[in-house]
């Protein structure tokens, strides 16, 4: 058994031809996708069954969704330690903060940097949160300073 239908089985999704595909080109980018990026990347894959796959991948905590403001949801996968979204009780702890480049449009996963706690008034109840931060990512950075 390769990789990619370990990690489907690990979370108990049936490998598929697609699915194998769509985890493989998720694990290959350097940051989080739209759907529209996975079309791209697939072509001969259809934006419905693309979106199927999704939806299961997040049912199964495989991948999660970065809301980046971009008005497109993007999707990176998920740690194979992590457990996001399966038990509401288990609080930020593996959530991590999002970095949404403002040059080159892309989203990157900063997993080493843990989304701050945040106390929030009495009487009201956390169960998810998304923080990004925005800027420039390092690659931009290097062609800002190399101009002119």
Known sequence: ????????????????????????????????????????????????????SLTLFLAHHLVHGVEDGTGQMKYALCAEDCHCGEDIHAGLTDLHTHFFCEHCHRTFCLRGLPIPAVNLPEGFHLHTANYVLKGLCPSCMAKTHHCG
Do not use: N, W
């Open 1 to 52: 058994m390769d990789y990619f239908e370990h990690q489907l089985e690990h979370r108990d999704i049936k490998p598929t031809a697609v699915r194998l595909l769509i985890l493989r080109t998720l694990k290959e980018a350097e940051c989080a996708l739209s759907l529209s990026d996975i079309e791209a990347r697939l072509g001969t894959v259809d934006k419905s069954t693309i979106f199927r």
